[in-house]
């Protein structure tokens, strides 16, 4: 790569192609939350996060989750976490249980109604992700894109401090 422009001004910021790159991707994540997010709670009467949180516990199946795992996996604290379980579990979404290999500890698991919220709002998720995520890309890209997309993910992910 050529040598970087100097930054010397606030336009010089404004319109330097890393600031703008950034705040494409952004704009967009911003924008497409919103869509997306607003679709699954007009349709499912869930919030995205509860979505999102239905999948992590989907993924793990077996005898759920500590809450410990999903706040990493969400980047909430524990209180955050708390808040966002209580209300899951009042809705039936997810139940707290024992774990089995620590008795102090509780896991979180799926409830019936929760599998069945999941199955729905991934439907209507998948819609919406191919009509607005997918479709406006070249299809020759979009492979490449969400693959570069994954590895800033993981890459972003390490480099955040690890919570207790």
Same mark, same amino acid.
């Given at each position: 790569m050529g040598e970087e422009p100097v930054i010397a001004s606030a336009k010089d910021a404004a319109d330097d192609g890393r600031v703008l790159a950034f705040g494409h991707l952004l704009g967009s994540a911003g924008r497409l939350e919103h869509i997306l997010g607003r679709a699954i709670e007009e349709e499912c009467g869930i919030s995205h996060l509860m979505f999102e949180v239905l999948l992590i516990l989907g993924r793990a199946g077996g005898p759920g989750l500590p809450m410990r795992v999903i706040g990493r996996e969400q980047v909430l604290t524990t209180g955050g976490v708390t808040r %966002? &379980?209580? !209300?899951?579990?009042?809705?039936? %979404? &997810?139940? !707290?249980?024992a774990d089995p290999e620590d008795r102090r500890g509780r896991l979180v698991r799926l409830t019936a109604l929760g599998e069945r919220t999941a199955v729905r709002a991934a439907r209507v998720h998948v819609d919406n992700v191919q009509r607005y995520f997918l479709d406006p890309l070249p299809e020759a890209d979009r492979e490449r894109f969400v693959r570069d997309l994954r590895l800033l993910s993981l890459a972003a992910r390490d480099a955040l401090p690890r919570l207790p």
């Open positions: %966002l &379980v209580d !209300r899951m579990e009042a809705a039936g %979404l &997810v139940e !707290r249980a």
